[in-house]
């Protein structure tokens, strides 16, 4: 793939961490990317451990503020439905129609992504850049399944190393047994958890 492309990186961000950002600079030095869109999920979405989105997308805003390629959309967020994969990208295609759309995955949803509704328009309109997690090899996974192996051109493996460790739910764990987060997480994210979410209960 050698056009330019917005990288669209989604995921619940509760709370967005360091490594969350390390990753999304990484896309940036490996693949020719205009910017990367943070997608944060909806309230209605169901996860533990889910902060306010309000308090997610402010501190996803906090964090992407010094990067001019970083960017945060409240597509989900706003949506007073709960919205799939497909809706999301649709919105961005037009919000962005000079550039080809790639959505930034681990392999933890690549073993069920042939399961997501309208698989195979995510195929054939949108890129998918896939980032091993826990030791995967995304191509064998790729290889071994015949409905992605034939759509192969859809995904972006990155050639290089790419991190992705110092979860959220790390984060976490640690804010539930009182202690520090700090540089775990961008320094605007640490001083809004201890000043706007002081009393949050981490434990709900």
Aim: glycine residues 4%; aromatic residues 12%.
């Amino acid at each position: 793939m050698m056009e330019r492309v917005i990288a669209v990186f989604g995921g619940s961000f509760s709370p967005v961490t360091n490594a969350h950002l390390a990753l999304a600079e990484e896309i940036t030095n490996i693949y020719d990317i205009e910017k990367v869109i943070f997608l944060p999920v909806s309230d209605l979405y169901e996860k533990n451990g889910l902060l306010p989105s309000k308090d997610r997308v402010e501190m996803l805003k906090l964090a992407c503020e010094a990067n001019p390629k970083f960017e945060v959309s409240e597509i989900e967020t706003l949506s007073p439905i709960l919205l799939n994969t497909i809706d999301s990208l649709k919105i961005l295609k037009k919000q962005y129609p000079k550039y080809p759309i790639a959505f930034v995955m681990g392999t933890d949803n690549l073993r069920f992504i042939d399961t997501w509704d309208d698989f195979q328009k995510l195929m054939d309109d949108y890129y998918f850049i896939v980032i091993p997690r826990n030791g995967d090899d995304p191509m064998k996974m790729i290889l071994k399944n015949p409905s992605l192996l034939v759509n192969l051109d859809s995904f972006l493996i990155p050639d290089d190393y790419v991190r992705n460790d110092g979860n959220s739910t790390h984060v976490r764990d640690l804010l539930k047994a009182g202690k520090s987060v700090r540089y775990l997480v961008p320094e605007p994210v640490y001083f809004y958890l201890e000043e706007t979410l002081k009393g949050w209960d981490f434990n709900a």
